[in-house]
Every structure is written in C-alpha cells, then in structure tokens.
C-alpha cells in the first residue's frame, strides 16, 4: 500500500479527477495548501507598497491505493497536472503501513479501494 | 419650515449613518483575519457611544450659541431643540438639523481608529474617542459651523466637513499611531488586508452615504443640494480613475484597492468644496488629490516609517488639506454667492482657507496629543504582545470571526 501525495495547480484539479477516475482510481482527498518551488511566488501591491515573494495557491491531493495502481495513479495525476509551465508541482509516494475503514472496520489493502 | 427639506435632511442623515459601518468594512477588510470583528465593533461601538454624547453635551458644545471657540451647554440634553426651525435653519425642525449633525459627529472619531487598529485596548479606545469628541471635534466643529465661531466668521470655506471631519481626524489619526508606535509582526510595511471584496464593499457604501453627507449639507431639497451631489460623485470619479492610472504606470497594475482609496480621496476632498465648486473644479480636485494622497501613503509613510495601519491620515487628513486649499481655489461665485475663489477674483479667500487649515492642524496635533498621552499613562493604550499575537478579536472580545471547524 502507497500513499501519493500531489502539489498541484488548482486550476488543473478537474483534468487530474478525471485522469483518475479513467484509471479507476475514484477516492481522493483535496486540501487548499500554500507554498512556493523554485519560482519564489508571486508580489502582491496594496497602495503602491510592493509585497514580495507571497506563497502561491496550490491544492494538496492524498491518495491512497494498493501497490498496482501506484503507477497508473502517478500517469494520470502527470497527464491532468501537466502544462509544461513552471509551478506545475510534485509527486510525493509514501509506504503506508494500514488502513482501516471507519464503517466496517476492514483493515489493509480491502479496506483502501 | 419646508416638508420637502426636512424630508431630504432627515434621508441625509439616514445616508451619513450609513457611513460608519460602511467605515467599518471598508477598514476592517484592511487588517488580518483575527482582527476584523474589533474593526467593526469599533466602527459600531462609536455609532452607539457619540449618539449618546452628541445629544447629552456634544451639539450644545458645538452648536450652542457661546463664545469665539466653544458653544455653552444652553442645549444640555436637547434642551430647546425641538420640532421648531432654529437659527442655523429655519426651514426643517432643529432636531433634523441636530440629527444630521450627529451623523458627522460619530463618523469622524469613526475615522481616526484606522491609524491604531489590531493593537488598541478597548476601554481606551472607548474612553479617547468619548474625550476626543467633546474637547476635540465640538470645539473644532463649532469654530467653523457654529455661531459665533472665529473661523467661520472669517469667511472660512468648509461646506461639509473638510476641516472639522477630514483634517482634524487625519491629523489626530498621525499623533495616535505616532504614540502607540507600530503592529507587530507585521512585514516591512503592514500586514497583506485578509478581505479585499469587503474594503470595495465598504468603499462602495461610503460613496452612496457621502451623497448625504454633502448634499445634505445644503440642509434643504434645492439647487446647491443638487450642484453638491453632482460635484461629490464626478469628484470621487476622477480620483479613483487618476489613482488606477497612477498605480498602472508606477507598479505595473491598476489595483482594486487602489482604485477604491483613490474614490475614497475625492470624496474626502471634495466635501469641503461641493457646495462652492462646479464640475470642472471637481474634476480638478479629484484628479489633484489622488496624486497627492497615492505620494503620502506609498512613499512617504514609507519614508518616516510610521504606522497609520489603514492611512487614515494619508488619505483623510491629506485629501482635507487638498480639498480645503483648492476650494479656496476654486470656489465659484456662480454655483455659491458665499463663496469666491482666487480663480475668480479673491486671493485672500485662500489665506482664509490656509489659516483654517493650519489652526485646525495645530489643535488637533496638540489637543489629541494630550489626551492620548493621558490616557496612556492612567490605564495604557497598547494591548500586550501576546495579546497582540493572539489577535484583538479573542483577547479583546472572545469571539472570531470565521471559523475553521463547524
């Protein structure tokens, strides 16, 4: 079991779901985070006084899948995300040790998908 | 007494009332996140706090027939106020012109909070802005507008509150956030506003209220009525138009906040002219001051690093000095007998205006300096740093505004 971690564009959210949802990968939590990469983020002017280096809006998905779906799950957030622009954002994959579903209380890899 | 009057000022004032909680959106989408709710508790605890003072002591200060400087107290609590015309109007009752003066009253202690938000404490808010008002703003306002009052009776211009409103908070708003000295944590400069739609809210709603303030300064449904309304919205036009464009060729983009200040400027600097000034006065003034007022708060706040956290003094106590200056300008007899400008014939009209100006600052500087010190040394002005921190919204008041969880 893997948890994917992904720093998109928000503008690029739709395009990644259904890049997913194509792969069969259907569950997913999306969290607004702030940050910036190499670009150093964006300058904001309030009353002519310059606010430099501001972070930048970006979403935070979390995925968690069973190990064979790593890879489709990774080409389908790449297809979605990509522009080819800087500030397109990262994969994060993580070993994930359990997983249980609140409801029925399975645990491992039946409880994931 | 005329109906149609005493209809238009008492909706006048209902506009003016507007305006301070228009204040209150207007600067509290200004500051951070955790200290917008004292923002607007402020703007709202004056409305409540100078209705009370204004009828108990403040229009008998003010309007009160005295001496060269101060009104009496012949009008303590309303007394002879009543359904009947008075001196300053003889056409609507004295309690619409008392109640359209009381609107004023409040806004302008409304005004100054700007240059010491998200550090104040409360009970010293409460205790300056009652003290400001009677030793300050009554004295002030009765020296232009009440009877007997010296700068009025030197012929001084101020059609709706250039000087008594815009000036004499601007300037106290300089001394405060002088004396209670910067935010914390701020950035270089100030901290990045948490709520753009609502300072264009506010903005929006201070422009609607300020056709009251200034039409309803001609305290009757007429001519010079109509001529302040019309002067008042082409001023607020061309100052926010001059400030987008400024901010265009100076950082590169026309900002919203920038535009919004500069509406904001014209309207402060046209009220002290909209009931002498035409059209191309107007436009004169509002162009005038948006470039004025974008150099005090971009570059020279910047210069003398004070703190005015929301330029109450960049914008209302620079655009009154603009406004009140080019009104002795540009005054035309045409629009106004009472008033000549050096444009058309009367260079001493801007003297009067300068010694206006100057006498006003220097009261104010004084007068708020003294009472703010006081203040600070009987019970302190600064909340504590952690406090500070933490926000004024929960260490003033216990409540925030948005919530994270349900």
Sequence with gaps: MKLIIAIIQPYRLEEVKQALYKKDINLMTVSEVLGHGRQMGVNEVYRGIRETGNLLRKLRLEIAVNDKFVEPAVEAIVAGAKTGETGDGKIFILPLEECVRIRTEEKGTKAIG | ?406
């Design chain 2, 1 to 406: 007494m005329s109906a149609g009057d005493t209809a238009w000022v008492l909706v006048s004032a209902a506009l003016v009332m507007l305006m301070t909680p228009a204040l209150g959106f207007f600067y509290g989408g200004m500051v951070r996140k955790k200290n917008v709710l004292s923002v607007l508790m402020k703007a709202f605890i004056t409305l409540a706090v100078i209705s009370l003072q204004w009828v108990i002591i403040g229009y008998s200060l003010s309007f009160g027939e005295g001496g060269k400087f101060i009104g009496g107290f012949q009008h303590f609590m309303l007394n002879g106020v009543g359904q009947e015309g008075s001196n300053y109007a003889s056409n609507i009752p004295g309690l619409a012109f008392m109640i359209f003066q009381a609107m004023f009253a409040i806004i302008t202690p409304a005004l100054i909070f700007g240059a010491f938000v998200e550090r104040i404490k409360f009970s010293s808010f409460l205790l300056f802005t009652v003290l400001w008002s009677t030793f300050i703003y009554d004295p002030v306002c009765h020296w232009v507008w009440g009877k007997g009052g010296w700068l009025g009776a030197m012929g001084a211009l101020d059609f709706a509150g250039g000087t008594v409103v815009h000036i004499n908070a601007g300037i106290a708003a300089l001394v405060t956030a002088l004396v209670i000295g910067k935010r914390k944590n701020t950035g270089t400069l100030g901290p990045i506003p948490h709520n753009m739609p609502f300072t264009v809210l506010g903005a929006g709603l201070l422009w609607f209220g300020w056709f009251g303030f200034n039409a309803g300064s001609a305290l009757g449904a007429n001519g010079l009525a109509a001529n302040a309304f019309v002067v008042t919205n082409t001023a607020a036009a061309a100052a926010a138009l001059t400030w987008a464009v400024i901010e265009w060729f100076y950082s590169g983009k026309p900002t919203v906040l920038g535009t919004v200040s500069g509406a904001v400027a014209g309207l402060v600097a046209i009220t002290p002219a909209s009931g002498f000034v035409d059209v191309t006065g107007a436009i004169i003034i509002g162009a005038a001051v948006a470039g004025v007022c974008f150099v005090a708060v971009s570059i020279v706040k910047g210069i003398f690093k004070y703190d005015d956290s929301l330029d109450a003094f960049g914008v209302h106590g620079v655009g009154g000095m603009v406004g009140a200056l080019l009104t002795g300008v540009l005054a035309n007899p045409a629009v106004n007998a009472l008033g000549t400008g050096t444009m058309f014939g009367n260079p001493k009209q801007f003297m009067i205006q300068l010694i206006s100006v100057v006498a006003t600052m220097a009261y104010s500087f004084v007068g708020t300096f003294v009472i703010f010190k006081l203040i600070d040394l009987t019970m302190g002005v600064r909340i504590k740093e952690k406090d500070e921190n933490i926000g004024v919204d929960l260490s003033e008041h216990n409540e925030r505004a948005y919530t994270l969880i349900e």
